[in-house]
């Protein structure tokens, strides 16, 4: 063999390494997912439907499929000047040699098996009160959005969006740590669950509701708690993995899922607050710290205990036993409303409406507009779709971190101060209705 033929031999390799696992940067270049500013149209294919394709578009092809949902990521994803990259490092092989059809997850911009995609988006009701009871909280890292709500006298419920992924269950017979149910402590349902479910054209899970809220949300209610040991205690109420995934593919709406692709996923923009650590007060004995982690990728989430309501404590998965991680923190405004005396129903609108928001992502918080108005989507629709979040100034889209948000709703009543390293949200009691 002369040495011609070898140094042939020798590049053909390099060159078929090169194209199988497909080097390159990602996240930047070519291989990022490229958004047109002002809209919500993504101009790079968001569908992998072979190993060829998957090569020559590694964003899209993630190596975890469920990971993508939510929570926390062991990728690295900072840069050189220590923001976040444009998108997360993936490894495409193993799911080319799976086969799986892999598609951007509408809610995080991240890979995930398309098949996902025709299940309904579920919330799930979940309480943090009584803390001895509820927390920690389960499956909130497979929920690629949380909402925080406003419940009474500065009491908040989480509503966990699944959709995209689901928990994978880690229970077994021998387990003494678990509840009953893998997901627990899921609580009755409030009267604004019917906005939330719009915005997503989402089903309902929770434990019971009073007889004037249940009449508002129960066309959006998909299944009830499981509950056989005490039927009246609905705090005791919930469900098992393998049902939620079988509740989303069968509790399916007429016309189908909502297109959810409103939402941007890209660079941070220009300017904002720097922000490493901000506080949620919503009183004393409820405050929620997050905390900016460049390795983790994204804010760790700290919760003080009502016992000891100096001391905060991470925030984890019952299930996996990871920290609570999110890439962005958003803080939406919209008036609240108490309706009865002792203050236990409050309602807000966040359909066909709009105000104020703060988006916190990459150590920076920036104040933008949001909208659920029709004629302010850059796409027209007769349909609810989550909310658009724009530069108040030019009214153009803002992009998101790849990755998973929490969302506190908040009174418009809310305000701002630094208290020595953190940047204190303070939401204020609504008092009681008439």
Not at 63 to 79: F, K, M, R, V
Not at 359 to 373: E, Q
Not at 395 to 412: H, I, K, M, P
Request: charged share 15%; with cysteine.
């Amino acid at each position: 063999m002369n040495n011609n033929f070898r140094i042939l031999l020798i590049f053909t390799f390099i060159a078929t390494l090169l194209l199988v696992t497909g080097c390159g940067p990602v996240g930047t270049g070519a291989n990022a997912p490229q958004t047109n500013p002002g809209t919500s149209e993504n101009t790079t294919p968001n569908k992998v439907e072979s190993p060829a394709e998957a090569a020559q578009n590694p964003a899209l092809a993630g190596e975890a499929l469920p990971s993508s949902a939510g929570g926390s990521s062991s990728q690295d994803t900072s840069n050189s000047d220590g923001g976040s990259s444009e998108t997360p490092s993936q490894n495409a092989d193993e799911n080319q040699n799976a086969g799986v059809i892999t598609a951007a997850c509408p809610l995080t911009g991240l890979p995930v098996d398309e098949s996902l995609l025709d299940n309904r988006p579920l919330f799930v009701s979940i309480s943090q009160f009584p803390a001895w009871a509820s927390r920690p909280s389960t499956g909130l890292n497979s929920a690629p959005v949380v909402f925080e709500t406003l419940l009474n006298e500065g009491q908040t419920r989480l509503q966990a969006l699944f959709y995209c992924g689901y928990p994978q269950s880690t229970a077994s017979e021998s387990d003494t740590d678990f509840s009953t149910y893998e997901i627990s402590a899921v609580r009755s349902g409030r009267i604004f669950y019917a906005e939330l479910a719009k915005l997503f054209n989402a089903g309902l899970i929770f434990g019971g509701a009073s007889p004037e809220v249940y009449a508002e949300i129960s066309p959006y209610q998909c299944s009830s708690t499981q509950n056989t040991d005490t039927p009246s205690n609905t705090g005791a109420g919930g469900l098992n993995i393998d049902r939620l995934e079988q509740v989303a593919e069968s509790c399916q709406t007429a016309s189908g899922n909502t297109d959810l692709s409103v939402w941007l996923f890209g660079p941070a923009a220009d300017g904002g607050t720097t922000v490493e650590s901000f506080l949620m007060k919503y009183n004393y004995l409820n405050q929620t710290r997050w905390e900016y982690d460049a390795a983790e990728g994204g804010y760790v989430r700290y919760q003080n205990d009502p016992t000891s309501p100096e001391d905060f404590t991470l925030s984890t998965d019952r299930l996996t036993g990871e920290a609570i991680v999110r890439q962005n923190i958003i803080l939406l405004s919209t008036p609240h409303e108490v309706l009865n005396k002792t203050g236990t129903i409050i309602d807000f609108s966040l359909t066909n409406t709009g105000g104020y928001a703060w988006l916190i992502r990459d150590g920076v918080m920036n104040k933008v507009c949001w909208s659920t108005i029709f004629g302010d989507y850059p796409d027209p629709s007769n349909r609810y779709r989550p909310f658009l979040l724009t530069d108040c100034s030019t009214g153009e889209q803002v992009n998101l971190a790849y990755g998973s948000t929490w969302v506190n709703v908040v009174d418009t009543s809310m305000w701002f101060q630094q208290v020595g390293d953190d940047l204190v949200a303070t939401q204020p009691f609504l008092g009681y209705g008439d």
